[in-house]
Every structure is written in C-alpha cells, then in structure tokens.
C-alpha cells in the first residue's frame, strides 16, 4: 500500500442512475457545491487496491441502532424483517434525531429476566454489564444466555460486558441484609475472619488479608468513599474496632479505603494483584462465553492490559474481545495515556474514583479521560451515579439531569447505568431518562453548530492507516458543510467505522461491517448505527444493494444525500439515493 496517491474519478457504470437534487430545504450553495465536479457522483479514491474477482454473495442486512430498532434483511428485499421500532423511529424522526449516545446498563436482581432484558433492550440498551463483584457465575451464564436469546430470536444486537471484580479492599457481603445502619459513635468490628452463621453483631467482614496488619491507631475509614466514616481506636489480632464518625448506610461489599494524616493509604494496597485468582477464572468464563468486552477494575498501568491482551488473544477462538480499562484509582491516573493507548476503550469508573480523589477533582478528571480518549481514538464510558435517585424515586434530581447533560455534551461515547439498572425500582425509567437527555442535548448541539475544535492526532502508524484517518476526517467535514442525511462505512474490522464516530459529524454513521461480533461492538461507538452486511470489494454493487435493501424497509429513500467510505477501498462517494 505504500505508493497510493489519491485521485478523483467518475464511474463509469451508473451508480445512481436517478440523481435527484437534496433535500429542497437545503440552501441552494449546499446544492451547487454538493455537485460542482461531477453530474452524478463524487469520489476520492486511493488506487492500487484490485476489486475483488469473487463477488461476494448476494447481502444479508442485521441492523440494530440500539433503541430496540433492528433489520433482518435477505438478498431477496421481499424477505427484509424490520422491527418495527426501527421503522418507526427512521420513519417518523428522520436521521437527524436518531440517538448517537450510547448506553451500558448493569444487570442485577432488578433486570435479570428475560421480559426485564427485552424492556430495556427496547428502550436502548446497546451493552449489557455483568459486575463479577456480585452473583455467581450460573447466575452470569443464565443472563448472558438470556441476552443472547433475545439477540438471535428477536433481532437486538444487544453486547455484553463483564466487569472483573479486582482487588481493592472492600467489605464482605452482610450476612445476606441487603444494609445495615451505622450510627453516630456505635463501635464495629472490621475483621478478616471468615463467619459461617454465627456472626456477632456489628461485625463486617474484610476481604483483604493484609487489614488488621496495615491500618493504624487513628485511621480513617471510608465506606464507598465516604459514605460512612470510621475511626479505628483498637486492633485485636484479625478484629479491628472502629468508631462510627459519620452515620450512613453500609451496602454489602461496599469499597474501603483508609486514609492517614489526610491522604490515602495504598502502599500496600499497590501491592494487590490488579487480575486476581478469582479474576482470572472470571475471565476464562467470558472467554468460554464470548463475552464481547472485558472491563478491567482497579487498572494501574498498561502492562497489565498488555497481559491480559495476549491471554485473550492466546485463547479466544476469534480473538476479538475487547478490553476496556476501568479509570478508578490514583494510579491509572497517573500512567492514562499509555493505559488508554494499550486498551480498546475506557470507563470513567467515578464510583471508586470519588472514594480515591477529592470529590471536586472528579469532573476535571471526567473532561481528561473523555479527552484523551476521543484523541487516541478509544470509546468511553462516563459511568456511576448518573442517576442514582432513581434507584428508588421514578424522577431524577435536576441535578443528575445536568450531570447526564454535561457527559453528553462532552460527546462521550456512552453513559452507563449501574444501581438504578441492577437493583432500582425504575430501571425502564432511569433508561429513558437517558436516552431523551442524550438525544436533546445532541440535538442542542448540532442547531447550535457547536463543532468544536478539538485537535485529533493521527493515530494511525502505517500510511494505509494515515489514508484511512485522512479520508475519514475530510468525510466527516464533508457530511456537515454539505449537510448530508448519512454516512455509510463498508468496514471488516470496525477500524474506519471508529475513525468516522471520532469526528462526532451531525449526520448518522451506517457501518456495514460482515462480521456479528465486530457489529455488536460497534455498539459502544458514537453514532454508529451498526449493521452485519455481506459485501464485495466491488463499492458500486455494494451501495445499490445496500440502497434496495434499506429503501425497501422505509429506512432510507430516494433523494437522501449519503457520503460513502469503505476500508477495502479507500474511497469516498458522494451521491443521492436512487
Ligand atoms: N449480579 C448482581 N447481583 C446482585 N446485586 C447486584 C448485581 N450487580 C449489581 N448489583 C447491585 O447493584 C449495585 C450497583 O452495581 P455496580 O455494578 O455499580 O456495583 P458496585 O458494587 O458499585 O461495584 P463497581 O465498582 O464494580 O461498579 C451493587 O452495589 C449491588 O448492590
Ligand atoms: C463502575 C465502577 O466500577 C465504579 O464507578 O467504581
Ligand atoms: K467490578
Ligand atoms: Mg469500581
């Protein structure tokens, strides 16, 4: 690939046999410009590419956009089954307000079921998150089925997540109480025994072996970053005795962390293994299970995604899961960037962060990671406590609203759900919450032209990837100055369907990729509207079948302005919809 140069040419056989000028409430410069250097179609190509003399076999079009919209599509367009959500959604709002956040829901006791799993895939779940912190694994395995049923059965394309517990200290379970209040001056006992029944009262397990050992006479003691406060007055042997300082309720395997003389105490805490034993027969499980990521708890450095990368790669059939690094301590701030260069997405985790950080530096550190990480080309998940009210009240405070708002308007790949969905009261609830506060303040900022100028490094290290980067960026640009209703993004590997989201255009992102894993987790990508489409090298054929198969369901129609690139090809296309 090392001599492409880049050229224009017209084909020569008649893609778009029916040009009709865009939409007529474009202004008339748009419409000039849109067809100033060719009556019928525009492209860019790079050229030393050969088509492909087997053609691929007629398409099959899956599409899912997440707000429980879905296509099952033949070659044979009379066979095309659309949901009718989709239908609807595309029919009645047009492109331009489909949802481009987004969104990761934890599933727990509240959302376990097979009609609570369709409920939420329906109101736009695109990942589905495990947390090995809680159930067992049969527990895992029956939702991970469950979501997997209701992918092949009814048409989502709904991802799965698992997030590894990892190995910070934190609290047992309560002897099977869902709480347990701490009041002002009551003495517990934190200890590292293991109880059968007979626990005294008061009494909470630790996880860490190395607890009575580490603290200290006059320690602080955090619950969940404060929600609870201790002082520790007394060691005897595994048992500490501590005094409550500030009431609160303790929640079950609830995070600790101790603080001296005003700071964290994590030297030994360091010490910790971030993969554990139990972490790694976690992950063998979602490898065995085709997990589609893997979020890692407590990472400190690069090194260990690096690891855990080769393992999977080492063991997994298909290779291709992906790993999102959890940003929650002091240290993953510290080495960020080359965690994130090492991972293939990132979780702002600020549950654990704000018990790590003062609570203040948390935003700033929220604005970082999304930052660094739309520049390195990575999605991110701002997650925890977005709507924590709605765990028990069916409305969310204004200010969870302006939270959920500012993730959003920071153009955040996706924002992810964790109490409220796993053990709330309104999980449906706390989801369309967020899904009308991602689509208006989206909405907010393309009628306000917000495009911000945000520096995007190459990424790419070989030239056929700094082709691919430059083709996507002009695209993109291209899409808003023309103000096309599409892209589409003939893909393998997802890669050049990652590069169009990083530009964040006004216009949705179709990504026709061949692969159903590629596609699910394509599903954590910004506006990309994911689909599995058999395709050739052949980018004429492709576009005509895909524009019969899309226009036969109503998804798109004559007229439509779409900007096509493909990753075979190295090209971009400008045309109207037949
Ligand atoms: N599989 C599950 N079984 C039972 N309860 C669960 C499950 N998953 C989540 N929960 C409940 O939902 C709460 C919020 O879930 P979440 O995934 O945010 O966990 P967390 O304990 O805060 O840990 P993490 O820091 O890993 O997110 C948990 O504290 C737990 O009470
Ligand atoms: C999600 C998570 O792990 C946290 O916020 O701590
Ligand atoms: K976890
Ligand atoms: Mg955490």
New binding site residues.
Partial sequence: MSSQSLHFFTPSSTACPNITFPKPSLPAPNRRLAFASSPRTFSIRAVSESSDPNPAPPPVVVADNGAGSRVVAAADSSSIEVDKVTEAELKENGFRSSRRTKLVC????ATCGSEQLEALAVGGMNVA???M???TRE??KRVIERVRRLNEVKGYAVAIMM?T?GSEIHMGDLGGAPSAKAEDGEVWTFSVRAYDANRPERTITVNYDGFAEDVKVGDELLVDGGMVRFEVIEKIGPDVKCMCTDPGLL???A?LTFWRDGSLVRERNAMLPTISSKDWLDIDFGIAESVDFIAV?FVKSAEVINHLKSYIAARSRDNDISVIAKI?SIDSLKNLEEIIQASDGAMV?R??LGAQIPLEQVPAAQQRIVQVCRQLNKPVIV??QLLESMIEYPTPTRAEVADVSEAVRQRSDALML??ES??GQFPDKALTVLRSVSVRIEKWWRDGKHHEAMELPAVGSSFSDRISEEICTSAAKMANNLEVDALFVYTKTGHMASLLSRCRPDCPIFAFTTSTSVRRRLNLQWGLIPFRLGFSDDMESNLNRTFSLLKARGMIKSGDLVIAVSDMLQSIQVMNVP
């Fill in positions: 934890t599933i727990g006791p998150r495990i947390n912190c809680h159930g527990w895992h997030d517990e929640l079950p395997r995070n708890s929650e985790a549950g654990d997650a925890s964790s109490g796993a053990m």
